[in-house]
């Protein structure tokens, strides 16, 4: 009886596992297919590899690499130093003859959305520069989700220490503008989610141990066993294993948003703005910054990607998104005046 119960396990447990490398092998070739390269592939990048922490400036990009970051049509790679890579560029920032210039901001600057490293902003401004002088080098410093504030703190402790710096150009707004609304009573100066993240992460470290290494291999090596933990991260425990911060980010639906926040976050955007006009203009930097654009209702010309990326933003907020923020860019055009 034993015998017979121990072999119906053994038969239930081998057909257990075929049916799982069955369907770990079709989810393979699917994603492939479908992706035009294997799960591995692109799953060891877009698993945080390719950042790592500074505590002075914040997150920053490891040097060459090619990562597919989320919301990106294609792979942007990095540089030597850690910077987007214009095209598999060749820069040399140790170089005095050359005139660099650094382009920072958010998701913007650092390419999201564009189809290769060669059609990012930076990008482009290089090869025009280019045609005037050929010693004209454009930096792309952007990184996703930075805010004017960080803007300065990567300036004052990572590039202008390190590299020769001939000018620096900002295009931010958004970010600022966006934090003050989803952040709502927990929104202060100077404020940034990376801090918060950043606080987190730090007062939850976990010591290493064998699990956590077999898991996080299991993650970039399965594509099933990657949606299963997918799923049950996002539905079952995220609410139990996320701050507070977390949780009213992963809310989506819900956005608590508040005009009370606009006119103090746009003055503190335009002082970190004039921090960084001051910092430069002690170190003789030029220093030039713009307001950035946003995909909003007024704007006809759209490509496909971003419609499709406007589409699913506007499911995640409501109608009052885009009056807030404009709202916040003629406070910053007033405190400028």
Known sequence: MNQFKLNNFSKIFL????????????GQIIYFFV??????????????????INFRSGQKFKPNISAHMPGYPD??????????????????LKNFTKKNIFFVGGSTVEGRG??????????????CLQKIDKDYQVINAGFSGDTAFQEFL?????IIPNYNTHAVIS?????????????NDTWRENDNLYFKRMNYK?????????????????????ISYYSLNY????????????????????????????????????????????????????KKIEYFSFIQPTLDENLKLLTEFEKNKKKIFEKKVNNLYWVQIFEFYKFVSNCVK
């Open 231 to 282: 799923f049950i991260d996002r539905y079952f425990l995220s609410f139990q294993n996320y701050s507070k911060f977390e949780r009213d980010m992963k809310a989506e639906n819900d956005f608590l948003m508040s005009d009370k926040n606009i006119s103090p976050a746009a003055k503190n955007f335009v002082e970190s703005l004039n921090l960084s006009n001051f910092y430069l203009k002690n």
């Open 15 to 26: 057909s257990t596992i075929i049916l799982l490398l069955v369907i770990e092998l079709i």
């Open 171 to 183: 295009l931010s707004g958004r970010n600022d503008a966006h934090n003050s609304f989803i952040l």
């Open 114 to 127: 564009a189809s290769s490293n060669k059609t990012t902003i930076p990008s482009n401004l290089e090869r």
């Open 75 to 92: 792979n942007l790679e990095t540089n030597k130093y850690g910077f987007i890579s214009n095209n598999n560029d060749k820069h040399n």
């Open 35 to 52: 992706k035009k390269k294997s799960f591995y592939s692109y799953h060891l990048n877009k698993n945080e590899t390719f950042t790592f």
């Open 154 to 158: 990567r300036l004052s402790t990572n």
């Open 202 to 222: 730090i007062n939850n470290l976990k010591e290493d141990c064998i699990f956590c290494a077999i898991n996080q291999k299991l993650l970039r090596i399965s």
